[in-house]
């Protein structure tokens, strides 16, 4: 009985400690779970502007205005998301495309100065204060973005923040489709 007790405590370690190691696998992508949105129409919402910032709030029916446009959601308090800020900035100019934004779960005076602080690149920002539409989207975290056709539609989604070459790619990849669908 007493073997038991000694050999308890490192059982329980070597179980947390594989899922740990099970967890860090660089196979492990979480953009491989898929969206049950894909294909399907953005939910149904309708987000009030963050207080103090100078663009509209965002709805459901603001990303059916015919063109592509990527929805990006961040906070101030998500380290990612400033990593990502600089980089959609850019591709936003680059591309062409439309950047609307929900800030998650985000106190508005915080994000009023994060955006402040770093620019605002987007056209249009909703308040998700509660994370009620974040649920609706399906977002598993942030930062989340989604490219929606000029319909309405989701077409293609990325969990965490696109900084690499690659992510950047896959968006560049996904946007050229899009257009490429709506011209013909």
């Known amino acids: 009985m007493q073997r038991i007790l ?3 405590p490192i059982a329980v370690v070597l179980v947390i400690g594989g899922f740990f190691v099970w967890g860090l696998n660089p196979e492990r992508d979480p953009n491989a779970i ?3 949105l894909i294909s399907k129409p953005v939910p149904v919402f309708d987000l009030a502007p963050i207080a103090g910032v100078d663009v509209p709030g965002l709805a459901s029916g603001d990303l059916a205005a015919g063109e592509p446009v990527l929805v ?4 101030s308090w998500c380290v990612p998301c400033r990593a990502e800020h600089k980089v959609l ?3 936003a100019a680059q591309e062409g495309f439309p950047l609307f934004g929900i800030n998650y779960k985000d106190k508005p005076e915080d994000a009023k100065a994060w ?3 770093l620019g605002n690149p987007y056209l249009r920002i909703g308040s998700d204060e509660s994370g009620r539409s974040g649920l609706e989207w399906g977002i598993s975290g942030v930062p989340e973005s989604f490219l929606i056709d000029g319909t309405g ?3 293609w ?3 965490g923040p696109i900084v690499t070459e690659q992510a950047q790619d896959d968006l560049r990849r996904a946007l050229a489709a899009t257009r490429e669908r709506a011209a013909s």
């Open 89 to 91: 900035t850019r591709l």
């Open 34 to 36: 898929p969206s049950v």
């Open 157 to 159: 989604r990325y969990v």
């Open 6 to 8: 000694v050999l308890l």
């Open 72 to 75: 990006n959601v961040f906070a």
């Open 153 to 155: 539609t989701v077409i």
């Open 115 to 117: 955006l402040e602080e």
